[in-house]
């Protein structure tokens, strides 16, 4: 089975500044996907970041950019240059198979930005 | 707006009441899932379906639920019986090829 650990508590950083989010994974499928998503207050979940099992390159999407650590099974999340609008819930996932036939998502619990002026 | 569009945003109902929500995917996007996401909590996989047919349902979808798609565009989500652990968001999510699209959720308060 499937599992995504998101443990940091509530995270802060200055505005401007760059943070990281930590996920770590577990799986016994060879191919899978790791995905971002934010959630504002607003609860709409915003697709940030994808990165393939199989991708050699860490994926990157302006100022988000994942850390993908295979051996270790972690994809961090960092983002640069942080402003007041990344203030939100920001969530880990994980793709069965990473073929876009079936796009279930398996979900961490979630970490809290905010961001300080 | 062409996204991901479900109604209603907001329900307060009491206990044993039926609910129904509505999502509209969008449109040419042949699947749409379903997640409840409880407070402090990722989404968590409700079912899925590809057209009309549902292909998977969670064990988390007991006989109090039900989902529906009948012309393979939008669907709704019925909860009978309502109970309070039922207080949750729902979100409806729609794809063609891979990446999600989700919508704003319904928010269930059951009283």
């Known amino acids: 089975a499937q599992k995504i650990t998101q443990t940091q508590p509530g995270m802060f950083v200055q505005e401007k500044e760059a943070v990281t989010l930590d996920c770590t994974y577990d799986?016994?499928?060879?191919?899978?996907?790791l995905f971002w998503y934010k959630q504002p207050s607003s609860g709409e979940m915003i697709f940030l970041i994808y990165?393939?099992?199989?991708?050699?390159q860490n994926a990157t999407e302006g100022r988000y950019s994942l850390n993908f650590q295979k051996a270790r099974k972690s994809a961090n999340l960092v983002i640069s240059a942080s402003q007041l609008g990344d203030s939100a819930m920001y969530f880990c996932a994980m793709r069965e198979v990473d073929t876009g036939a079936n796009s279930k998502l398996t979900f961490g619990k979630g970490i809290t930005l905010s961001v300080r002026p | 707006d062409t996204g991901v569009s479900q109604d209603p945003r907001h329900k307060i109902t009491k206990r044993g009441q039926n609910v129904t929500f509505r999502c509209d995917p969008i449109s040419e996007h042949n699947r749409l899932y379903w997640y409840r996401q409880t407070l402090g909590q990722g989404p968590e996989f409700l079912t899925y379906f590809q057209n009309e047919a549902q292909l998977e349902k969670s064990r988390l979808l007991s006989d109090r639920f039900s989902a529906e798609r009948p012309k393979g565009s939008f669907s709704t989500l019925e909860i009978q019986r309502t109970e309070q652990g039922d207080s949750a968001m729902y979100l409806c999510a729609s794809s063609f090829r891979g990446e999600l699209f989700f919508g704003e959720g319904s928010r269930l308060t059951v009283l």
């Open positions: 799986t016994s499928d060879p191919s899978y996907g």
């Open positions: 990165q393939g099992s199989y991708d050699q």
